[in-house]
T-cell receptor, first 117, second 114 residues
Framework: ETGVTQSPTHLIKTRGQQVTLRCSSQ?????VSWYQQALGQGPQFIFQ???????GRGNFPPRFSGLQFPNYSSELNVNALELDDSALYLC????????????????FGEGSRLTVL | AQTVTQSQPEMSVQEAETVTLSCTYD???????LFWYKQPPSRQMILVIR??????QNATENRFSVNFQKAAKSFSLKISDSQLGDTAMYFC???????????FGSGTRLQVQP
């Protein structure tokens, strides 16, 4: 069983640039969630995709956007990067629908650490 | 909105001893899930234990157990026979059955001393 994989593991950008982070969900999972974890803090929910549609969003501005593809992999895009966007971005997959709701369990990748200078 | 509070930023325990990590939460929901996740230096969040709010019985997973007090909105994690590999950040998290998103606490850094 293949786990959740994320790329790149580390990257450095400058303020105002754009970034794309990628996530491959665990085999058999159709739901992907993205979280932002600032240094020394707990992760914060950005949004979730279920069957290629956004299925819930946290308190993040529209310059945070995403996609989910037919194979259930996902991208997180951040435009007009700000210094405060520096964080670890975590992707988590799960089995959505009734079965997924019953367990509530998410499976996380190792994250992409973004530094904005 | 739900909130999760972990009041112990750091804790230390000797190998083989028992330690309890505290967590409180606030919600108006009646049906929800509570979780403890472990985040070692490798950064990957690993599920330690899960509790469903409608179940009165406290969840256990080998050396890990919880004390779930629904009325008090308290959800503490007990680690028995602590091992060096338990050294990590521990996050308490809440999920309501409708929103499908986790709300995390700020974490407790646990150091197991040899």
């Amino acid at each position: 069983e293949t786990g959740v994989t994320q790329s790149p593991t580390h990257l450095i950008k400058t303020r105002g640039q754009q970034v794309t982070l990628r996530c491959s969900s665990q085999s058999g999972h159709n739901t992907v969630s993205w979280y932002q974890q600032a240094l020394g803090q707990g992760p914060q929910f950005i949004f979730q995709y279920y069957r290629e549609e956004e299925n819930g969003r946290g308190n993040f501005p529209p310059r945070f956007s995403g996609l989910q593809f037919p194979n259930y992999s996902s991208e997180l895009n951040v435009n007009a990067l700000e210094l405060d966007d520096s964080a670890l971005y975590l992707c988590a997959s799960s089995l959505g629908g009734l079965a997924g709701l019953n367990t509530g369990e998410l499976f996380f990748g190792e994250g992409s650490r973004l530094t904005v200078l | 909105a739900q909130t999760v509070t972990q009041s112990q930023p750091e804790m230390s325990v000797q190998e083989a001893e028992t330690v309890t990590l505290s967590c409180t939460y606030d919600t108006s929901e009646n049906n929800y899930y509570l979780f403890w996740y472990k985040q070692p230096p490798s950064r990957q969040m690993i599920l330690v234990i899960r509790q469903e709010a409608y179940k009165q019985q406290n969840a256990t997973e080998n050396r890990f157990s919880v004390n779930f007090q629904k009325a008090a909105k308290s959800f503490s994690l007990k680690i028995s026979d602590s091992q060096l590999g338990d050294t990590a950040m521990y996050f308490c998290a809440f999920m309501d059955t409708g929103r499908r998103a986790l709300t995390f606490g700020s974490g407790t850094r646990l150091q197991v001393q040899p």
